[in-house]
């Protein structure tokens, strides 16, 4: 018998899960002028809060040295900073920017597909599921659970008209 794998028509595609991802996610405070710091097989010098250079730890492994990389600022409520990569191809604001062999560039320009769209259905399911165990607590397919503090009113009904969706699958 055929599985589900088995039975699609293998095609290649990049997954994220394959390259190496960089997130700019919890680095605003390490942006200052002149720091250094390590990122497993980079090392990344911070120029300016608006820009960083991203180097090859590893060259003897690897021909790639060094990329320039634009950082941008967005504000925050409550006035805090949120530092974003521009990607160096297409130039859009991106939290993470993924390794491809000899350069830096965002999901979109890598073509990449996300591993849930190349999930099975069930595994699709369960990941769901999941998002919604963090977004709402571990209750969430048993008791409708109160309204976490913060989230709009729209998403947070969406969220359990989803999370009733999934309890007669899971
Ligand atoms: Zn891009």
Known sequence: MRGYEDGRRRRWKGRVEHYEGVNIRGWSRRLYSGNQFDIGF???TVRCQNLITVSNKFKHLNDFSEAQIEVSWSRCRYGSMRP?????????????????SDAFAC???LNLAYASQSMSPVRRLRNARNIIYELVGSDALNNAPT???GMRRITYRRVLATSDKL????
């Not at 974003?84 to 491809?100: G, I, Q, T």
């Not at 309890?167 to 899971?170: G, I, W």
């Open 84 to 100: 974003w990569f521009c990607c160096p191809s297409c130039n859009n604001r991106v939290a993470v920017l993924y390794f491809a």
């Open 147 to 149: 309204k976490p503090k």
């Open 107 to 109: 999901r979109r320009c």
């Open 167 to 170: 309890r007669h699958f899971l």
């Open 42 to 44: 980079f090392m990344v």
